[in-house]
């Protein structure tokens, strides 16, 4: 059965960090690209960061270069967002993806970015 399970999110202040985490299984998980989107209310989902296989390779949408760092844990069949030096338009549900064969989403945590 697979599972992609995101955990992490929250409410932080503007300039504040937080870290997410997705924990998936049920599949090969070293094979798969895994990326982070997201979608704020009234937007369309939109890409925020993905990493390759083996983690040598990584993109990121402008908005988020240089605040934002994903990185992958093959052994744990884990991918993290770090995310720094947030802003209010950072305020989004943000789901984890898989890529491969397959394409598999998990259900998604609130990030809230306020004052």
């Known amino acids: 059965q697979v599972q992609v399970v995101e955990s992490g999110g929250g409410l932080v202040q503007p300039g504040g960090s937080l870290r997410l985490s997705c924990a998936a299984s049920?599949?090969?998980?070293?094979?798969?690209?895994m990326s982070w989107y997201r979608q704020a209310p009234g937007k369309e989902r939109e890409l925020v960061a993905s990493?390759?296989?083996?983690?040598?390779?990584?993109n990121y949408a402008d908005s988020v270069k240089g605040r934002f760092t994903i990185s992958r844990d093959n052994a744990k069949n884990t991918v993290y967002l770090q995310m720094n030096s947030l802003k209010p338009e950072d305020t989004a549900v943000y789901y984890c993806?898989?890529?491969?064969?397959?394409?598999?989403w998990g259900q998604g945590t609130q990030v809230t970015v306020a004052s």
């Open positions: 993806h898989a890529q491969y064969w397959y394409n598999y």
């Open positions: 049920g599949f090969t998980f070293s094979i798969y690209v």
């Open positions: 990493i390759s296989s083996v983690g040598f390779r990584t």
